[in-house]
């Protein structure tokens, strides 16, 4: 069993710091399951819409993200190899796919609008209030991993991933593959539930 008190001073802050990531990604699946177990609650009020379908562009988005955490950890090996052009363009597609992302969230919303479901007032039920929280929700989370791209884009820029010096992608990329598992998940959750 491997002592954590044990190595230099970078060893214990990049176990640190990952040991943070993971507490974080942590607190946020516990989030994430509470919402769903209230949806499942919910899903026995008499108001709740049984002939629901998911708007086609989530399912695009699906495929958006799928790829964008394939890219992200591309990225991330050839950032460790020293290969620069290739991680940077890979980091860009990264950003572009997860921007695209997005893009199709608010499509889906568009989608579910133009079949007459509304977040609030008296178009809406409970049903697509749920389904646009919990959205919206890991939407914001996608908006803090494409931030997180940025900034690893712009260390990447200035040459800060060298020699071993990897940690700041190491966790984008972790974190980008936690939001594209969410993402699965809740999509996952939304079709069978």
């Given amino acids: 069993m491997a002592n954590y008190t044990e190595g230099t001073e970078r060893q214990k802050l990049i176990r640190a710091k990952k040991m943070m990531l993971w507490f974080g990604i942590i607190s946020l699946s516990m989030s994430f399951a509470g919402l769903t177990s209230a949806y499942v ?19 695009i988005s699906l495929v958006l993200i799928l ?15 020293g290969i620069h052009g290739a991680g940077m363009a890979l980091l860009v597609i990264t950003l572009l796919l997860g921007l695209g992302f997005i893009a199709f969230q ?16 008296s178009e809406s039920t409970i049903t697509t209030s ?31 991933y060298s020699n071993g010096n990897t940690l700041g992608v190491e966790l984008a990329a972790t974190f980008w593959h936690f ?3 969410l993402w699965i998940y809740l999509l996952l959750f939304i079709y069978f539930v």
């Fill in 106 to 121: 608010f499509v889906g919303f568009n989608q579910i609008v133009a079949a007459g479901y509304y977040f609030t007032g």
């Fill in 41 to 59: 609650v919910s899903k026995e009020r008499p108001d709740w819409l049984t002939d629901f379908q998911i708007p086609n562009a989530f399912y």
């Fill in 130 to 160: 749920f389904l646009y929280l919990v959205v919206l929700l890991h939407v914001a989370h996608v908006i803090a991993g494409l931030i997180s791209l940025l900034v690893v884009i712009f260390q990447h820029a200035r040459k800060k």
């Fill in 67 to 81: 790829v964008s955490s394939l890219t992200v950890h591309l990225a991330k090996q050839k950032i460790k190899k």
């Fill in 179 to 181: 939001v594209d598992i």
